[in-house]
Structures are given as C-alpha cells and as structure tokens.
C-alpha cells in the first residue's frame, strides 16, 4: 500500500510483498494468460514467461487491464499476427476505449500489440483442453470465471478472482477440481469480493484438494492467515508455481501465481 507503515507493508516476508493479480496458465503445450495487471512487464521478466497464446480478460476494471500494452511482445513473436483475447462484452468495450490503436488484424508496425477481439464462450475448446467459464458477481459487473481441463491429463484448475459469492453453477464446473484459486480480498466484509471468512466458507463447500487465496490486500500477513487457514487452503503469494502433475507449490521469482506445464 502507498505510504502506508503497517506492519504488513513494512514486512521482512516477501510473500507480504503484493502485485496485483495475474494468472499464467502452462497447460498441454499452450500458454494462457489470464488478465493483465500494471505490473505484467516486470511480472513476465522476473517469472521468465517468455510465451502467450491466447489472453482472456477476467473484467475490465484497472487493475486487470492496464498491463495489456505489454503484450505487445508475445505480438512481436507473431510476427505482428493479432493475439486472440476473449472477455465479456464489458471487458471488450473496455479494451476498445484504452487500446484503440491494438483493435487491429496486425500490429501497425513492429512492437505494437495488436488484439483480435472474442466474446469468451461457455467452453473455448483448444487443442491443449478446455477452458469452461461462467460469470461471478462482482459489484454491479459480472466477471469470468474460468476452469481449465488439460485434455491429455484430466488436470483441472479453477480460477474464480473478483467475486463476491460462486453460485451454483460456478460450484458445479468447480467440481473435481484438483486446484482452485479463489478471491479472498480481507478479514472484513466488502460489497463486491469475498472476505476470507467467506471464501474459506467457499473453499470447504468446494472441496478441493488445494485451494489457494488471491487478490489478497494489505490487511492479511501471509504467515499468520497461512496459520489459521485449513490445511487444504493456503494464501497464494507473487511468484506461486502450482505444479499440478506433482501436486506441489514453490516459489517462481515474479508476480504470477502459474501452473506449470504438464510433462
């Protein structure tokens, strides 16, 4: 937090040191990126992330959308191909007014982004998986809700950031989830996200084998709420690296969380 001196913000423990959030998603050989925070260029440098296929904007709201720029890189890779980006008719228009010069079938010379706009359908089918979403509440937007199948695996992760509350049919596309990601802003109750309170609520009647809290603010400590959650639900910190194949969590130098590529 800006010119704050709370005991969290003045914290030793790196884990306390809070991006905003981005997603990287390594499954079946492709690499999905998920939202775009302001701080995705020193995001993708310190975690090496050094390829995006496809980009999907949970929502349009700042801290989501201001790192699209950047992408202007994995544009450069396609040699001034447009990235295919999906979000909700909200987060198209969204981008539309920010990026006017990217809303273009190629980049308008090198190092240029370029966007090829997608309404996110309710099941984008790839040849790595699938990627189901469904819409969350969060405030008066509904944003996406994403769950990822790796076709060759079954692996499946679930990604519900920026909600107030999962519903019944995003808990029914959350089931058999071996990771799920979930909102979990602060202690105190907020008029569009989940507190802790009501995600660790969420995470039990979810049932995962690992739920992993995101989007978390200044109010948490991350060794002290990682003490008082359950021992299947962790509070995910910059750098995460979720290795499904082994069911494990490490650190990864950036402001990811990440999951790796399957072998």
Known sequence: MIACDCA????PDPRNRRD??????????MHLQVDAAPEFRHQCLRANIRKVDLFILTHGHADHVLGMDDLRRFCDQREGAALPVYSTAEGLERIQQIYPYAVVDRALTKGYPAFDLHLMPACL???????QSVLLPHGPLEVLGLVFTERATGQK?????????????????AEGADVVILDALRYQPHPSHMSIDEAVATALRLAAPQTLFTHLTHAADHSELEAE?????????????VDLDQRSLGDRPGGTISVRESS
């Open 125 to 131: 089918e790839l040849p790595a998986g699938t990627i």
């Open 8 to 11: 969290v913000c003045q914290s």
């Open 229 to 241: 959650l359950p021992a299947t639900i962790s509070p995910a910190y910059d750098g995460m690296w």
């Open 157 to 173: 992760l679930v990604y519900y950031t920026d909600c107030k509350k999962v519903g019944a049919s995003a808990s029914r596309l």
């Open 20 to 29: 905003r959030t981005s997603l990287h998603v390594c499954m079946g050989g």
